[in-house]
Nanobody, 124 residues
Framework: QDQLMESGGGSVQAGDSLRLSCETPTKYSCVGWFRQAPGKGREGVAAIWRTGESVSYADSVKGRFTISQDKVKKTLYPQMESLMTEDTAVYYC????????????????????WGQGTQVTVSS
């Protein structure tokens, strides 16, 4: 079963924190969080290899966002701190069965299995 399901989105104030979650399928090599702001393309936010050895973050969220995974519960947990209005977007989780490199792991086109997304709105 390859379904992914995101939850935890909502409306918050700038500076607030928000924890999202994503139920993942059983088989994958990498799982990532992506977002799409209104009028913009989808971009990689953070991703982690199934082994958990390393995590990769986009420069725009480094120091504010962290992700962790619970392989027993098959759930990914992105934690977002110090949210800014520019973080407003639909957030998606996605998995890839390929063994992606550090330079590839945030590439949208290398992920083929996507969730439906959850809206995060940050107001000033």
């Amino acid at each position: 079963q390859d379904q992914l399901m995101e939850s935890g989105g909502g409306s918050v104030q700038a500076g607030d924190s928000l924890r999202l979650s994503c139920e993942t399928p059983t088989k994958y090599s990498c799982v990532g969080w992506f977002r799409q702001a209104p009028g913009k393309g989808r971009e990689g936010v953070a991703a982690i290899w199934r082994t958990g050895e390393s995590v990769s973050y986009a420069d725009s969220v480094k120091g504010r966002f962290t992700i962790s995974q619970d392989k027993v519960k098959k759930t990914l947990y992105p934690q977002m701190e110090s949210l800014m209005t520019e973080d407003t977007a639909v957030y998606y989780c996605a998995t890839s069965r390929w063994e992606l490199t550090t330079t590839e792991i945030l590439r949208v086109d290398l992920y083929k299995n996507w969730g439906q997304g959850t809206q995060v709105t940050v107001s000033s």
